[in-house]
């Protein structure tokens, strides 16, 4: 099948029905003005905002709830009602699927807490999932912006740090990419997501109040982008659906468009008349497959099988394989992380 559509959005942000700032129409605003088609708001354990859900003068609106206990936070979607916090992980996480929904792990490798955040790190991470797995969507927030933001500030850096903001990001943990590495390897799929953890945070300085930062500024960082096999349905059902099948299936990458937007890129295993793409699944056994790769930009390249580095280059890589594993790209721009994609994933 081919995925010719690509539609840029974002997700994990937060409004004035939980902490964050901004209403319903100002985050769609941001969102359209950052050239989004499509946005996942996930309030803290709410979904007052139900009634946004659909299209916006071409934004789609998506409206899910983070489950927020003191720590483990997990992103619910595709749920009717809120999903009770006062629970153990793999309680509340095997209730989301017990129901009908799915969801994503959010900011896993928390480890810092200070004047800017707490720490809201997934404790155990033998919870990966529902207890009943077998052919379920479960998603990895590899890359949070606004915690990887708070991680690293300090008293000494945090005015620098506000006023050059990517000094600030380091990009998704070590030990996070390893988990996921280690899930796909075992036949654990599990989607990857760039999200934003969006507030646009009011706090009061010396020379008066600052906003850290606005959604229209966190919209063109953390971008993700869906492959679709036909346009976004004009029926917001039928689109939401759309939407939830790209993640799940991991059709998607995301890019911190800081560092400069990539519309479209090219990740394909191909053998004869036979081509891949991210989330897709192939076979080695029938003859070795020419991944061809060509992200658009003059960024520095990593082609990624089972964890470790394959090969790497400029812009474009064309790598033979025949061994079976979890083929996934990585993209650097100035020496800093740019670009992540979901896998493709060669059997033996």
Not at 213 to 218: A, D, E, K, S
Not at 267 to 272: I, K, L, M, N, V
């Amino acid at each position: 099948m081919s995925y010719s559509f690509v539609y840029p959005g974002a997700l994990h942000m937060h409004t004035t029905y939980s902490d964050g700032t901004g209403t319903f129409p100002e985050v769609i605003a941001a969102a359209r003005a950052a050239g989004l088609r499509w946005i996942i708001v996930t309030d803290h354990d709410s979904l007052e905002g139900r009634s946004y859900a659909g299209w916006h003068d071409g934004v789609l609106v998506i409206v899910g709830h983070e489950i927020t206990p003191d720590r483990n936070h997990f992103l619910a979607l595709g749920l009717d009602d809120v999903v009770d916090r006062q629970q153990r992980p793999q309680q509340y996480v095997d209730e989301v699927y017990g129901r009908g929904g799915f969801g994503i792990i959010a900011h896993p490798d928390e480890r810092v807490k200070n004047s800017f955040k707490d720490c809201y790190r997934w404790d155990d991470w033998t919870v990966d999932g529902p207890r009943q797995r077998a052919g379920r969507p479960v998603g990895i927030e590899l890359w949070n912006l606004m915690s990887d933001w708070g991680e690293s500030l300090t008293p000494a850096n945090r005015y620098l740090h506000f006023f050059v903001p990517a000094l600030g990001l380091s990009g998704p943990t070590p030990a996070t990419m390893a988990w996921w590495d280690r899930l796909n390897m075992v036949g654990r799929r599990t989607f990857g997501v760039g999200g934003l953890d969006a507030h646009a945070f009011r706090h009061r300085v010396p020379w008066g109040e600052v906003e850290v930062f606005p959604y229209r500024w966190l919209f063109g960082t953390l971008t993700n982008y869906l492959l679709l096999p036909e346009p976004l349905s004009a029926d917001p059902a039928v689109a939401t659906r759309q939407v939830y099948t790209s993640l799940g299936e991991g059709r998607s990458y995301f890019v911190n468009r800081m560092d400069g937007a990539a519309p479209a890129i090219i990740f394909t295993a191909s053998r004869g008349d036979e081509r891949y793409t991210m989330g897709d699944s192939a076979d080695s056994d029938l003859g070795p497959l020419l991944i061809e790769v060509d992200v658009g930009a003059d960024a520095y390249v990593r082609l990624i099988a089972d964890g470790e580095v394959l090969t790497s280059g400029v812009r474009r890589i064309r790598q033979s394989v025949a061994e079976g594993a979890v083929y996934r790209l990585e993209g650097y721009v100035g020496g800093k992380p740019w670009l992540f994609t979901n896998p493709i994933y060669v059997a033996d």
